[in-house]
């Protein structure tokens, strides 16, 4: 894991970091709302099914990597 998600995120923001990016398995809902709520900008990496990333989108995380962008693409209705 990741530790204490607390202290992650008061220490990025104290070093002048603006977002983190975290392997999925590690960014459950409670860290993902820790850190995207106290100002930090939440990327996942690397999210191949479509349904994990639509949680992840939903629970807050802001930005996914993949190596199917046209599934995750359609599966977060980013497609026209």
Known sequence: GIGDAVELRDGLLETGHDGV???YEAADARIVHTLSTGGLTLWS?????????AALVADGVAGIVTDV???ISEALGLLP
Do not use: E, G, Q
């Open 21 to 23: 990016v975290l392997d």
């Open 45 to 53: 990496y690397t999210v191949d099914n479509p349904t994990t990333a």
């Open 69 to 71: 962008p046209d599934a």
